[in-house]
């Protein structure tokens, strides 16, 4: 167990997700980071959330059955918040999780395919249909969902082959499409995706609890909506125009079904919430420190400048050492078959942006412990990185997509496997200023 020092010296705890990061080197500034990064996963734990939230929603009575399904990289952790809140009175229960080599699926849990749509996420959502049979008006469904659902819960339209649907979603990635492009794209296929579930749930109540992971949480983006409403016609067939040579999209919307069912969504965890207890952390340390908002989106490039100018100029405010914490999502062209991720290049990004006599630390996590084709977290650079590290190497590694193996030889990477919630990006950044 990776053990840190705060700035308070009586302080010592042992850190629980990120703790496990092998070979990561430490110092007072990063140590402190560290554990307040730790720190916002034990406050924002998805059954905590879930438990919490369903504890004050007035449900009211209902006479007919319970039955809860799930789907996502959070899903084992909010279903555990429900079942603790509801007990026994759950009749029938589904949660699709993604697939780990060697893991053992016990019910109500089952294994799906992340990122790319595979036979196991097809024929758990299948079982969740079969869940979800002889609904009546009278009975509850409670929705779990969270990033990672759009690949794991799937029933794809008829006459669509899995191969051709990968393909596109591949392609649509490769060539930068964002989120709201990608869920755009995937309606074209499903049967699920934009509100396409509440066909299965009527005539039941029905409750969405979402765990964000996208900018803004808007409940139509999180796992492509399946309990919200379709996407504007007028955006899949931008889509298409953009997109749809290269990566071999219909020429033209088949079909735009528009649901008339309706459901109750709740985002009950969001980006938002880690980034205010991030601060709230560092400020028990004794740091001063600055929300800069969790809707931060762009090129790793763009993002890289935007959070360098801010540390530098929330420094200038008072000349003292300050920390700038937010969140959102990057995105990244790859080249090649580098290993890394946007995390991973954010952070080498605002290497070359800053100077060797600048006093900095910089960290930027996949909350859901996964960053890309690499198996890290993030990684957390500092000033001490220039003494391993220099331009022409950052810039060699960048230019193949392979963002890891710098970083693991400076010893920045922190690997933790997967932590059970996703709420996407989360960016931490210490300066004081030249030395």
């Not at 509801?86 to 053992?104: D, N, Q």
């Not at 997109?243 to 735009?256: D, H």
Request: some cysteine; overall charge neutral.
């Amino acid at each position: 167990m990776y053990m840190v020092k705060y700035f308070n010296p009586e302080i010592w705890l042992s850190v629980e997700i990120l703790g496990q990061a092998r070979g990561f080197r430490g110092s007072p500034v990063r140590d402190v980071l560290v554990e307040s990064i730790d720190y916002a996963f034990e406050q924002n734990s998805p059954d905590i959330r879930v438990y919490s939230f369903l504890k004050q929603l007035p449900l009211g009575d209902f006479d007919g059955e319970l039955r809860i399904i799930g789907f996502g990289k959070a899903g084992r952790g909010m279903y555990r918040g429900a079942k603790k809140f509801f007990g026994e009175i759950i009749s029938r229960a589904g949660v699709i999780l993604p697939l780990t080599e060697g893991e053992k699926f016990e019910p109500p849990f089952l294994p799906g395919n992340h990122p790319l749509l595979g036979k196991e996420s097809i024929e758990s959502s299948k079982k969740i249909f079969e869940l979800l049979s002889g609904l009546t008006k009278d009975d509850v469904v409670i929705v779990l969902i969270s990033g990672g659902g759009s690949s794991l819960f799937e029933i794809l339209r008829e006459g669509v082959e899995l191969s051709r649907y990968n393909e596109t979603v591949n392609c649509l990635m490769r060539n930068g499409a964002n989120i709201k492009e990608l869920n755009a794209a995937r309606y074209l296929y499903s049967r699920t995706k934009g509100g396409g579930l509440l066909e299965f749930t009527h005539p039941a109540r029905v409750l969405g609890l979402i765990v964000s992971d996208v900018p803004g949480d808007n409940e139509e983006t999180v796992a492509s909506g399946p309990t919200s409403r379709q996407p504007e016609r007028h955006l899949i067939e931008s889509v298409i125009a953009k997109y749809g040579k290269m990566c071999t999209l219909p020429r033209a919307v088949q079909e735009y079904r528009r649901s008339f069912y309706r459901s109750e969504n709740y985002v009950v965890l969001r980006n938002s919430d880690f980034v205010k207890s991030i601060v709230q952390r560092v400020e028990h340390h004794g740091l001063r420190g600055i929300d800069v908002g969790s809707g931060i989106e762009g090129n790793t490039e763009s993002v890289a400048r935007f959070l360098v100018d801010r540390m530098r100029s929330e420094y200038r405010k008072t000349n003292s050492p300050v920390t700038v914490v937010g969140g959102g999502e990057t995105f990244t062209k790859r080249i090649g078959n580098g290993r890394g991720g946007r995390n991973l290049e954010l952070t080498l990004r605002v290497l070359l942006l800053m100077n060797k006599d600048e006093e900095f630390a910089f960290g930027s996590i996949g909350t859901d412990g996964m960053d890309g084709s690499s198996n890290a977290m993030g990684a957390i650079v500092d000033d001490e990185t220039f003494r391993i590290l220099d331009r022409k190497l950052i810039l060699d590694s960048l230019s193949r997509s392979e963002s890891l193996s710098p970083l693991i030889m400076s010893q920045d990477v922190l690997f933790t496997g997967p932590t059970g919630t996703n709420v996407s990006d989360i960016f931490v950044g210490y300066y004081a200023g030249t030395g």
